[in-house]
């Protein structure tokens, strides 16, 4: 067979076809971010002659095979040419399909979309074009180094949107039809972003995964962590007079062997890493939450049961939290004496590891993702929310419960990737992954997902587990524990 020739702004690119999908990988979208680039916005892409073959992924971008709070994740392959993408379309001769893209996760220091974890062809199939793209993480991407840009991870993510808008029509996508969908770090990046995307007409609807969408700091703030960040990596002002591979190595691993000191690192600690979006006043304006997802912008929302189990499970500490470590937690999300008392009575009853993971869950994924739903309701918006509560295999490791990121191998299709084995065990119902399949692809064309609309009356809630069903507001029972607003606005 052929391969498929499709032609864009900055040449013609030949995809492979298999199993009803032709997919483009590697295709770059701006020029490699490294040398004269470095720490600058996201340069365009160098035009090239002939035709170009995009059989094969990019690299992702640099990064560590360390993590915070985490004794180690997959490494993802990296190179210094990473700014590039993959699309993944039913038919390139076809018309006007809903567009998908998808922005992954890693705590802003690793992932990557040069990998099978996000191959979109599961969602292709079923009539979308789908487009992953790598960007720029840790001290290149989401570090305020002097002189450099702020942001830089997230101007990339715009710079590929914008390609979407200029090219996705050659692949049989509609520009004016885009759905950006992401989990954890990759959706606060489109929540951070969609005010200035959708103002150019980049994003029409937005599915977040797990949203942490207050892990944020002020421009001033975000200088002052970039200097803690660079004098504990001990490279002066300038990264780049330090070895890319002994910046990412030992010098990482020592850094994040340090930053799970949360006395030491107070407040950053339990906010799971140094790398963080920084309000720039040019792409990212504002951190108030009623001021990210306009109501122009269709929002499918939710988050997972047991958000914060993955990472105390793995570091250890759901099995050896503290008193103290509890405090540190509380302390680092300056928790008000209200929701403390409310926690405690909520969760006292729970070993200090269940009650430190509840904190967790309600300050960073819970709390501001129901609070984002409730705001972009108020406003007018087109607003769905849902919650991911299957638990894993019990014969297997049920304690990881409904963990982070659980949901998203069911949502690709990959219950056999062993790095998910884990969490999800050997007896996954694959039809759950349909299911959520089902409920972002029909929000994608319609900006219905198949359930009823969120709203202050009903508070309605898809909940996803062996059985799905609509319930209202399951997420009540924990509120008092974060909203220190709700003894004063009870009657």
């Known amino acids: ?22 997919s ?29 073959e995009a059989f094969e992924y990019g690299p992702c971008a640099p990064q560590p095979n360390t993590y915070s709070l985490v004794d180690a994740t997959p490494l993802y392959p990296w190179g210094t040419d990473c700014l590039s993408l993959n699309v993944y379309t ?17 705590g ?13 062809s599961v969602f292709a199939r079923e009539g979308v074009v789908v487009v992953a793209m790598n960007y720029r993480l840790g001290v290149d991407g989401f570090l305020s180094v002097p002189g450099g840009i702020a942001n830089a991870g997230m101007h ?13 029509a050659a692949f049989g996508g509609d520009p004016d039809a885009v759905t950006v969908f992401g989990n954890s770090s990759g959706s606060a990046i489109i929540a951070a972003i969609a005010k200035t995307a959708a ?18 700091v002020g421009a001033a703030e975000g200088r002052a962590i970039a200097k803690r960040v660079l004098a504990d990596l001990d490279v002066g002002t300038d990264p780049r007079d330090i070895p890319l591979r002994e910046l990412l190595g030992r ?7 340090r930053f799970r000191d949360a006395r030491r690192w107070h407040p950053y600690t339990y906010w799971f890493s140094p790398y963080l979006p920084v309000v720039d006043e040019t792409l990212f304006t504002d951190s108030a939450l009623s001021e990210l997802i306009p109501p122009s912008v269709d929002l499918l929302i939710g988050t997972n049961r047991d958000e914060s189990r993955y990472f105390l499970m793995r570091n250890g500490q759901f099995t050896s939290a503290t008193e103290q470590d509890l405090i540190d937690a509380q302390n680092s999300y300056d928790v008000p004496e209200a929701c403390r008392a409310a926690a405690r009575s909520l969760y006292g009853h729970l070993p200090l590891g269940e009650q430190l993971a509840e904190t967790v869950t309600n300050w960073i994924w ?28 019990p014969a297997f490791d049920g304690r990881y419960g409904a963990a982070h990121f659980l949901e998203v191998p069911f949502l690709f299709g990959q219950l056999d990737d062993p790095a998910f084995a884990p969490q999800v065990g050997p007896d996954a119902p694959a039809d759950l992954g349909s299911a959520l399949r089902r409920g972002w692809i029909q929000f994608a064309r319609s900006g219905d997902p198949g359930w009823p609309r969120y709203d202050d009356e009903r508070r309605s809630v898809m909940t996803f587990d062996t059985s799905c069903r609509v319930e209202a507001d399951p997420r009540e029972y924990h509120r008092a524990a974060w909203d220190a607003q709700l003894e004063k606005s009870t009657p």
């Open 199 to 216: 103002g150019e007409g980049l994003i029409h609807r937005a599915v977040l995964q797990s949203p942490c969408p207050t892990l944020v």
């Open 251 to 257: 010098r990482q691993r020592a850094l994040d062997v």
């Open 90 to 106: 039913p038919d390139p001769g076809a018309a006007r399909l809903p567009v998908m893209v998808w922005v992954h996760a890693g």
């Open 366 to 393: 819970r709390g501001p993702a129901i609070e984002l739903t409730h705001l972009h309701a108020k406003s007018g918006g087109n607003t769905f929310a849902y919650e991911f509560t299957w638990q894993g295999s």
């Open 24 to 52: 483009f990988k590697g295709i770059p979208y701006a020029a490699e971010p490294y040398g004269d680039n470095r720490f600058k916005p996201p340069q365009p892409p160098p035009a090239w002659d002939g035709v170009r």
């Open 156 to 168: 990339d993510v715009v710079a590929a949107l914008r390609w979407v808008s200029d090219n996705i």
């Open 108 to 120: 802003y220091i690793s992932g990557g979309a040069s990998t099978s974890r996000a191959d979109g």
């Open 1 to 22: 067979m052929k391969p498929a020739l499709v032609t864009t702004a900055s040449g013609i690119v030949a995809g492979r076809a298999h199993d009803g999908v032709v």
